[in-house]
C-alpha cells in the first residue's frame, strides 16, 4: 500500500476526525521536508472526489457516507435547477434545485448531500456541499454596463445562470453590446462571480464573434503552440528504406483511398482479393500516426488534450498540425506510406474467419472520391470506368462484400440511421449559402462497412489477447427512455411488437424495425432522430461493454488516428503487442493510461460535438435570414405547452408560439401531446404535415420563429419586426424572474 492510499485508508476509518493540514502534518508524523508531498496527496484526492475540504479548512473523506456523493452538475436551460451526473456510473442523477446548488456552476464537479432520495418528479433530490473543481476556464457572453459603476457578462451558455461581474479596469476595450470572453477570477460566497475580459470577439450579432465564442465556451483550443509545431516541423515529409525493417512490404498492391472531394487527410485505404478458397480477403491500411507521435512529446501532449479534430461548418480545427494530417501521416497517393494494416478473410455470409494484424508500408494507387465511385458503379459512367479500368474490377468485388457485410448486419439487428444528413455550403467569408441534403452512395456505405468490420476485428483480437485496450462501448436504453419513445410513436399508429419490460430489454432489431415502416415519409428523420436522442451516448472506456446500436460483441475506434485521440492511443498499444512489449510493468502503465484517456476524449468529443451542433444552428438561424416571410412546408417534430417545433426538408427547426396561432385559443394535452383549439377543435400533433411562415430569426439565441401560413397576416408579421429586448432583469441587475416563478413553482407543490 502506497502513501496515499495508506492517507486516504486512515481518513476513511472509524477514528479518524477532521483534521486541518497542520494537524494532519503531525497526527500522520511527516517531516517538514514532506510537506509539499503530503500537500500534493491531499489535493489529488480532492481532485479524485474522494475527500475534500469544509469551509473551515478541516478534511473529510466521502466514502462512508452513504447520503454523500461526487459528479458533475448539469443545468437546465430552460429552468433554475440541474442534475449531478453522479461520478460512480452505477448512480442515478439528483436533482438539485436552484436555490440548492450554493456556489456551483454549469459544469462544475461537485459533493452532493442527498436529501430525498424519491421526490415528487421521481429522482433522487440533494443540496450541493461543495464544488471540487471548477468546469468553466473561459465563459463567453455579451457584455453590458451597470449604470457608471461596472460591467458584467451575460453568458451566451443560458446553463449558466450567473452574471459575471466586471470591473472597468477588467473589461480590456469592449464596448457595450460586444461579445467577450471572460476568465472567472473570484467566487464570492454571495454566490457572485467576478471575472476579467482576456478576449473582446466582436459585436454580438456579427456570425464571426458568435463563432468564435462557440470555440472558447466549448474549450477548443485553436492554435498549436511553439514547441508542438516546431516537432512537427522537424519530421521528414518522405518514408525511407530504414524505416521499412519490421514491415511488411505492400507498395505493389492494388491499394487505394475513398473519401470525400474536399477531404484533405485521407487516414485509411483498402484493398481487396478472392483468395483460391472464394474467400474474400479485405485489407483496411490505417496511417501510422503513432510513427510520428511519440510518448513523451509534445505533438502526443497536444493531440490528448484536444482528443479530436472538430468539423465545423466554415473551418476544420485539427488535432494534429497539417505537416502531419495532411503530410507525412495522410495515406496520399503515388507516395509510400507508413500503416498498420488489417487483412480479414471473410465468407460469401459475411463472417471473418480469420484476421492478421501487421505493421506495413503501402503505396497508394488512386486517390479516389465517392462522388467518382458512385458514378462508376451507379450509372456506368463510361469515361470514368476507363479512366480507371485498373481498380474498377476491385471496386465492383467490394460493392458485393460491402452488401454481405451489411446483410449480416441487418440479420443481427443493428441499427441502421440512413435518415439523410445536411451539409451548409459557405462562401469565402465563411457565411452560409445553402443547406444541403448529403446524398450517401454505394461508395460511402461501402468504406463504412469495411471500417466497421476493421474496428470490430481489432476489439475482439484485443479483447482475447488481454491487453489493456480503448474500447468504444454503446450501452443499452434506459427501460424509461424506450417507454417515452413507445410513447412518441404512438402518435404515428407504431409500437414495438411484444413485452418490454426490466426482465425482457429491448433489442437493436425492434428499433430498425420501427426505422423501416417510417422510411421515405415525411416522419422518417423525426422519427429517427427521437430515437437517436433516446439511445444512450457512446463512450470510450477500458472495459469492452459491447455496442448496441451495432449489436456488437466488441467495438473500437481504429481506423482514425489522424483525428481521434483513442485510435491513435490502440495503436501505439497494438504496435507494443505485435513486439512483444506488452509485459510487466508496461502493463500496469498502459491500464491506467487506457483509463484516463477514455474519459478525457469522451470529455473531448462530448465539447466537440456540443460546438458542431452549436455552430450549424447559428449557420441555419443565419441562413433563415434571408427567407423572412417565405412560406415553406414542415413537419411538426414536437408539441410543447408554448408551441410547436417545425422541421423543414432541409433539417432546419423552428419554433411556433402558441400565441400566434391566432385562429382559436389552443390548449396542450400533455397525455396525448397535443395542441387543440377551444372552439373549432383543429389540433395539432407531432409528425403532422404544416405550412408556415418563417416569421423571425435571432442570432444571439439561435432560434428561429415560425407562425402557420393560415395565420401570418401583416399584423401580427409586424410583430416579430421589433427587435429582441434584453430583460429588465439584465438591464438593470433586477433580480431574476427565473427564480421567483421556480420558487412559486415549490410553494404550489408544497
Known amino acids: 500500500m502506497d502513501r496515499k492510499e495508506k492517507i486516504l485508508s ?3 476509518s472509524k477514528e479518524y476526525i477532521p483534521l486541518k493540514f497542520a494537524e494532519l502534518m503531525i497526527v500522520l508524523d511527516v517531516p517538514a521536508e514532506n510537506e509539499e508531498e503530503l500537500r500534493d496527496i491531499l489535493t489529488e484526492l480532492c481532485i479524485e472526489g474522494k475527500i475534500y475540504m469544509t469551509k473551515k479548512g478541516r478534511y473529510m473523506s466521502v466514502e462512508g457516507e452513504s447520503s454523500t456523493v461526487v459528479g458533475k452538475l448539469v443545468c437546465n436551460a430552460k429552468g433554475f435547477f440541474g442534475f449531478v451526473i453522479c461520478d460512480d456510473e452505477n448512480e442515478s442523477d439528483i436533482f438539485i434545485s436552484g436555490d440548492d446548488m450554493g456556489d456551483a456552476i454549469n459544469g462544475d464537479r461537485v459533493i452532493v448531500h ?6 415528487a418528479k421521481g429522482h433522487r433530490q440533494g443540496h450541493i456541499t461543495k464544488v471540487l473543481e471548477r468546469g468553466n476556464k473561459v465563459i463567453v457572453g455579451v457584455i453590458y454596463k451597470e449604470k457608471d459603476r461596472y460591467f458584467y457578462v451575460r453568458p451566451d451558455n443560458r446553463k449558466i445562470y450567473s452574471k459575471i461581474i466586471i470591473a472597468q479596469s477588467d473589461a480590456m476595450t469592449a464596448q457595450m453590446g460586444d461579445r467577450v470572453a471572460v476568465q472567472i477570477t473570484r467566487y464570492s460566497d454571495k454566490k457572485k462571480i ?16 458568435c463563432i468564435e465564442g462557440i470555440i472558447l465556451g466549448n474549450d477548443i483550443k485553436q492554435e498549436f503552440d511553439k514547441e508542438t509545431l516546431n516537432e512537427a516541423d522537424k519530421i521528414p515529409q518522405t518514408v525511407t528504406e530504414s524505416q521499412f525493417a519490421g514491415r511488411e512490404d505492400l507498395r505493389d498492391m492494388i491499394i487505394f483511398t475513398i473519401d470525400g472531394d474536399d477531404a484533405r487527410d485521407f487516414d485509411d485505404a483498402v484493398s481487396l482479393t478472392l483468395k483460391d478458397n472464394g474467400n474474400y480477403y479485405l485489407g483496411v491500411h490505417i496511417a501510422d500516426v503513432s510513427e510520428y507521435v511519440k510518448e513523451g512529446t509534445a505533438l502526443e501532449n497536444e493531440a490528448y488534450k484536444r482528443g479530436t479534430s472538430v468539423y465545423l461548418a466554415d473551418r476544420v480545427i485539427p488535432m494534429l498540425p497539417t505537416s502531419l494530417s495532411n503530410g507525412i501521416c495522410s495515406l496520399n497517393p503515388q507516395v509510400d506510406r507508413l500503416t498498420l494494416s488489417v487483412f480479414m478473410e471473410i465468407t460469401g455470409d459475411g463472417n471473418v474467419v480469420s484476421h492478421k494484424l501487421c505493421k506495413s508500408v503501402i503505396c497508394s ?24 479500368k485498373h481498380i474498377l474490377p476491385t471496386l465492383k468485388l467490394m460493392e458485393d462484400l460491402a452488401q454481405i457485410l451489411k446483410n449480416k448486419r441487418t440479420l443481427r439487428g443493428a441499427i441502421q440511421f440512413d435518415f439523410p444528413e445536411s451539409h451548409i455550403v459557405v462562401n469565402e467569408n465563411g ?3 445553402e443547406i444541403e441534403k448529403e446524398v450517401r452512395g454505394t461508395s460511402n456505405k461501402m468504406i463504412e462497412e469495411f471500417m466497421l468490420s476493421a474496428n470490430e476485428t481489432i476489439a475482439e483480437y484485443a479483447f482475447w489477447s488481454e491487453i489493456p485496450f480503448v474500447y468504444r462501448n454503446h450501452e443499452a436504453p434506459t427501460l424509461e427512455k424506450i417507454m417515452t419513445f413507445n410513447e412518441f410513436i404512438l402518435h404515428f399508429g407504431l409500437s414495438f411488437k411484444g413485452k418490454i419490460d426490466r426482465d425482457t430489454p429491448i433489442h437493436p432489431k425492434a428499433l430498425q424495425q420501427i426505422l423501416d415502416t417510417v422510411k421515405d415519409t415525411p416522419q422518417e428523420r423525426i422519427v429517427a432522430s427521437t430515437m437517436l436522442h433516446s439511445l444512450m451516448k457512446a463512450k470510450y472506456s477500458e472495459e469492452n461493454l459491447g455496442h448496441f446500436g451495432l449489436a456488437a460483441k466488441y467495438y473500437c475506434h481504429f481506423t482514425s488516428p489522424i483525428r481521434r485521440y483513442p485510435d491513435l492511443a490502440i495503436h501505439r498499444i497494438l504496435k507494443d503487442f505485435l513486439d512483444g512489449k506488452v509485459t510487466g510493468n508496461r502493463i500496469s502503465y498502459l491500464a491506467g493510461y487506457v483509463s484516463a484517456a477514455s474519459k478525457h476524449s469522451s470529455d473531448c468529443e462530448v465539447n466537440a460535438e456540443t460546438a458542431e451542433r452549436d455552430v450549424d444552428d447559428l449557420m441555419k438561424t443565419a441562413y433563415m435570414s434571408s427567407f423572412i416571410g417565405q412560406t415553406f412546408e414542415g413537419v411538426v417534430a414536437n408539441v410543447t405547452n408554448f408551441g410547436m417545433f417545425v422541421e423543414l426538408d432541409n433539417s432546419v427547426e423552428g419554433l411556433i408560439r402558441v ?40 442570432i444571439l439565441s439561435r432560434q428561429i420563429d415560425f407562425v402557420l401560413a393560415k395565420d401570418a397576416d401583416r399584423k401580427l408579421l409586424k410583430k416579430f419586426a421589433k427587435p429582441i429586448e434584453i430583460p429588465k432583469s439584465e438591464k438593470h441587475g433586477k433580480k431574476s424572474k427565473r427564480k421567483k416563478s421556480f420558487k412559486k413553482y415549490n410553494k404550489k407543490k408544497k
Not at 114 to 119: C, F, G, L, M, T
Not at 194 to 209: A, H, P, R, T, Y
Open 114 to 119: 442527498i436529501d430525498d432520495n424519491d421526490n
Open 194 to 209: 467576478f471575472g476579467e475580459v482576456i478576449s473582446v470577439l466582436g459585436q454580438q450579432d456579427s456570425l464571426k464573434s
Open 431 to 433: 457565411e452560409p449559402i
Open 365 to 388: 494507387k488512386e486517390r479516389m472520391t465517392y462522388n467518382n465511385v458512385n458514378k462508376m458503379l451507379e450509372d456506368g459512367d463510361e469515361e470514368l470506368c476507363e479512366r480507371y
Open 10 to 12: 486512515y481518513m476513511c
Open 659 to 698: 400565441e400566434n396561432m391566432t385562429d382559436d385559443y389552443y390548449e396542450y394535452d400533455e397525455k396525448v401531446n397535443t395542441l387543440t383549439g377551444r372552439r373549432k377543435q383543429k389540433s395539432y400533433t407531432t409528425g403532422d404535415v404544416v405550412n408556415i411562415v418563417v416569421a423571425r430569426t435571432d
